[in-house]
């Protein structure tokens, strides 16, 4: 089970931290990532890390402002966004990688925790 939170309004240019805790898996063993998805748009990648922490991946438009990482004592994935911008709003989900940019096949989504950012 995974549930989102963290979310928020916040003026273009602030900052939110979203955070993801997880249960009922190993964690530890898993890449975990941040996906959103936009009202009208498809749910699309944003930010993956691996099992341990020591690599990362970013979807170009939030590369240098957002920075993934996770706490495995904690079972917790954790989404730093700064500079914020209008595009950035959306529903956000985190989920257990199953490729490189993907979440793993049959995944029961949580409930996404909403980012809204305001011009």
């Known amino acids: 089970r995974l549930v989102e939170s963290g979310g928020g309004l916040v003026q273009a240019g602030g900052s939110l931290r979203l955070s993801c805790a997880a249960s009922?898996?190993?964690?530890?063993?898993?890449?975990m990532g941040w996906f959103r998805q936009a009202p009208g748009k498809e749910r699309e990648f944003v930010a993956t890390?691996?099992?341990?922490?020591?690599?990362?991946r970013y979807t170009g438009s939030v590369k240098g402002r957002f920075t993934i990482s996770r706490d495995n004592a904690k079972n917790t994935v954790y989404l730093q966004m700064n500079s914020l911008k209008p595009e950035d709003t959306a529903v956000y989900y985190c989920?257990?990688?199953?490729?490189?940019?993907?979440?793993?096949?049959?995944?029961?989504w949580g409930q996404g925790t909403q980012v809204t950012v305001s011009s």
């Open positions: 009922g898996r190993t964690f530890s063993n898993y890449a």
């Open positions: 989920a257990p990688m199953g490729g490189i940019t993907t979440a793993q096949a049959g995944l029961s």
């Open positions: 890390i691996n099992w341990s922490g020591g690599s990362t």
